[in-house]
């Protein structure tokens, strides 16, 4: 299930997280709150993105309409819980003025 993990993960942090206590002088950024949202459990998204079988026996990854929606309300859902760990107050009050 790899095609579901590449669409709805935020790129490039596997890139500015490493271990190795030699990367820590050359590191333009430190990871300080790290979150992860599980949206499985809704039906909605729990069949946005699925793999299954064709008549011929080929695994095939479908996509469904609901996908752009999911993917948005979780977005949503982790903007609003890291929102007031990194965000000013300016903007946190300009983030909840429109949600």
Do not use: W
Request: hydrophobic content about 40%.
């Amino acid at each position: 299930m790899l095609i579901p993990n590449c669409l709805f993960r935020m790129g490039a942090a596997a890139v500015l997280l490493s271990k190795r206590i030699s990367d820590k002088s050359r590191s333009k950024y430190k990871s300080i709150h790290v979150l992860r949202t599980h949206k499985g459990s809704e039906d909605s998204a729990f069949r946005c993105v699925y793999q299954e079988q064709d008549e011929r026996g080929k695994i095939r990854v479908s996509l469904s309409k609901d996908e752009m929606a999911v993917a948005g309300n979780a977005l949503k859902l982790n903007i609003t819980t890291l929102g007031p760990l990194v965000l000013p107050v300016s903007e946190q009050l300009l983030f909840f003025k429109c949600f």
